[in-house]
């Protein structure tokens, strides 16, 4: 792929600068820059190659600046700047090459966004986007829409915390996910692969972060969706605190062409403050235009659901194998998405009916006489939601296996083991992601929270070993939930990952114990 530098910059605002750091101004120099021939993209200096235009980046650990020389060593034929770059004099002229285009723009990172989608020929434009935030609910969402969607015939990528996905012709594609929402480049590489595969429509999840450092730019989405707010990712290498994490949340609604929001959700009004779209609710109040009524819970071995009717916007009776009145919400922000793709009410029951999220309420069938699930519930705000929620089935004992990722604010499991001790009847302490630190270290402080609450509890810190506890010592009418993993398929100790999937835990055990 190849592409004039002219066509790449005609949405941005910049201007070229000489290695003196001035703008030029000469009409024909400017011309000729303009005409330099661009064959790759990127804002990494070790995938420089000749011909590539590259970005320069300033992070939270290190600024694109510095690599600026080495790039252009490469071969680089233009760069990206905010700040003039500190460039050797050698650097000038490297093997006959003359010196690349600089431009300089007010953002590298907007900028980044907006030419990475002109560079894969602005692929969203092939396909309706549907961009889901908020803090809770995203991923599940996701795959309710695609689900929905894809029963219905319509061919569908997502792109989120768990994988990006899409079908294929030659079947379907999974690449695991290093971030909720890739950079800017690697989403429009993705999203001109997924066009040019023939699919229709991306569901994807988009987290606060993306939003603030403009990694959704250059595109307009069809659907925005919000799910929820409370107070999260609050801290030096996210958001300043809640007001900045709400205002990058609402950016969504000045960058779609609809909004589909929780009308219910106490930040509703402020989430929807500069919007730039047409609006749609949903939610169990009165006012919203898709409303739920009539829920009613499920429990039978093996599966926690709910039932519920709509009504307003559309008119169907619903069942979701997962529990709670999230679900409730998530599954009717699906119903909401879905009723502008024109979907069969048959086929969004259906593909309702037999959602299955990894790691998200994932449940695992061992025995006729208590229910196993797996959540990714990794802080106490998740995981009082999710025990407050199974709570409501008023089964047997409650059960919660959790442990605390090391090298992390030690504060959250003081609070996860407050949340335990006082919603569960037993609680199995375990190992999650030590990182550098001991796990009985953690164990210990997990145990400060849990015991002002007097909550019943057993320390196991091999996780294997706590999930063969519970399933030895399940109760017929038991809920048990291993939380904290929920998609992991890994164990970091040392700095090292280790394979290590609850699924796989759980097959052992059960097999073992058959022999």
Same mark, same amino acid.
């Given at each position: ?22 703008? *030029? +101004? @000469?009409? !024909?120099?400017? #011309?000729?820059? &303009?005409?330099?021939? =661009? ?108 689900? *929905? +969607? @894809?029963? !219905?015939?319509? #061919?569908?990528? &997502?792109?989120?915390? =768990? ?353």
């Amino acid at each position: 792929m190849a592409m004039k530098l002219e066509s790449l910059v005609k949405n941005i605002a910049y201007h070229f600068i000489g290695q003196d750091g001035k703008q *030029i +101004l @000469e009409e !024909a120099r400017v #011309r000729e820059l &303009l005409d330099t021939e =661009i064959t790759g993209i990127t804002n990494d200096s070790r995938e420089v190659r000749p011909g590539s235009l590259f970005f320069c980046i300033e992070g939270a650990v290190s600024d694109g600046h510095d690599y600026a020389g080495g790039a252009i060593e490469k071969g680089a034929a233009a760069l990206v700047v905010q700040k003039m770059p500190d460039l050797s004099a050698e650097a000038s002229e490297i093997g006959g090459r003359r010196f690349p285009a600089i431009i300089r723009v007010e953002d590298s990172r907007k900028a980044m966004a907006v030419m990475s989608a002109a560079f894969y020929g602005d692929p969203a434009k092939e396909m309706k986007i549907i961009g889901v935030t908020g803090t809770k609910g995203k991923t599940t969402t996701t795959y309710m829409v695609r689900s *929905i +969607l @894809e029963a !219905a015939g319509i #061919r569908t990528g &997502l792109v989120g915390t =768990i994988e990006t996905l899409y079908p294929t012709p030659e079947g379907e594609v999974r690449i695991p996910a290093e971030n909720t929402t890739p950079e800017s480049i690697v989403l429009q590489k993705t999203f001109r692969d997924m066009a040019d595969c023939g699919v229709q429509a991306v569901v994807m999840e988009v987290s606060s972060q993306a939003l603030m450092l403009h990694r959704t730019g250059g595109f307009v989405f069809d659907l925005g969706i919000f799910t929820n707010l409370s107070p999260d990712h609050i801290g030096p290498n996210e958001h300043k605190d809640f007001e900045d994490y709400l205002h990058c949340k609402s950016l969504l609604f000045r960058q779609c062409r609809t909004g589909i929001l929780n009308g219910d959700d106490p930040y509703f009004e402020k989430i929807l403050e500069g919007r730039t779209c047409a609006v749609e609710t949903f939610g169990l109040g009165e006012n919203c235009d898709l409303r739920a009524k009539n829920i009613g819970l499920i429990h039978t071995p093996g599966e926690l659901g709910i039932t519920f009717d709509t009504e307003g916007l559309l008119s169907l009776h619903a069942h979701v194998p997962a529990p709670g009145k999230f679900s409730v919400y998530n599954a009717l922000c699906a119903i909401a998405v879905c009723r502008h793709f024109n979907v069969p009410e048959d086929a969004v029951c259906s593909a309702l009916r037999q959602i299955h999220v990894r790691g998200r309420i994932e449940m695992v069938k061992v025995s006729d006489d208590f229910t196993l699930m797996i959540d990714y519930a990794h802080n106490a705000m998740a995981l009082e939601s999710l025990l407050r929620t199974l709570r409501e089935y008023e089964a047997g004992r409650l059960v919660c296996v959790f442990g605390c990722g090391g090298n992390r604010a030690r504060s959250r499991r003081f609070e996860m083991g407050e949340v335990s001790g006082r919603l569960a009847d037993l609680t199995v302490i375990t190992s999650d992601n030590p990182r550098f630190e001991e796990p009985m270290d953690i164990i210990k402080d997990i145990v400060t929270g849990i015991t002002p609450t007097g909550g019943a509890y057993v320390e196991i810190p091999d996780r294997k070993e706590a999930i063969r506890y519970v399933i030895e010592n399940g109760r017929p009418g038991d809920i048990i939930v291993l939380a904290g993993k929920g998609h992991e398929d890994y164990q970091e100790i040392k700095g090292k990952k280790y394979p290590m999937d609850e699924r796989d835990l759980i097959r052992e055990v059960l097999e073992e114990r058959q022999e």
